[in-house]
């Protein structure tokens, strides 16, 4: 007999993947080795990502829907050696993500902002230079105004401002290359 993913993971069967996600989320917070040092912890860790590996891939669903459903018809048989192997793999995964750090997780894990087609983002680092970044872009748009305005006079509006504007804009379009570069590295 198999395990009971949905319960596993304290959901109904007809939830969607974003709810099933959701109740992934919560639960490998709570219970990643790294967080929870209770004894069970490990064991409560690999069952729930085991379930969210089969339940979140639309296919695996469909497969252990079926089986949880008929586990006595033959028509399934062909299926039920798949679904033995993505059961393998799911836990493969499983003691892979038990074993990595927590910030490790997370990011592998899928718990950040995706952007283009392979890169994967965290959301962190992408406010504190988007921060640094558009900050020192309405600053030479502010300044450029009061260049034409006539509003510049004294040493710190002629000097220290641009200084300081442009050192914001370049420390924040810096940090969102360094940024890219290292999200090329680990998926390219």
Known sequence: MYKDYYKILGIEK?????????????????????????????LLFLE???AYEILSHTDKRRVYDNLTANTDTIEFKGEKVEFEEM????????????????????????????????????????????VFFFGG????????????AGNIETFYQILVRPIIILALTGVGLLSLIQMFKETAGKDG
């Open 87 to 130: 059961i393998n793999e799911s836990r493969r995964k499983a003691q892979s993500y038990a074993q990595m750090a927590f910030n490790d997780f997370l990011n592998r894990a899928g718990f950040v902002i995706a952007t283009g087609v392979r890169a994967t983002i965290n959301l962190s680092t992408l406010l504190f230079s988007g």
């Open 137 to 148: 872009l309405y600053g030479i748009v502010t300044y450029i105004q009061d260049v034409i």
């Open 14 to 42: 007809h939830v969607s993947v974003a709810e099933i996600k959701k109740a992934y989320r919560q639960l490998a917070m709570k219970y990643h080795p790294d967080r929870n040092k209770s004894s069970d912890a490990h």
């Open 48 to 50: 729930i990502s085991e």
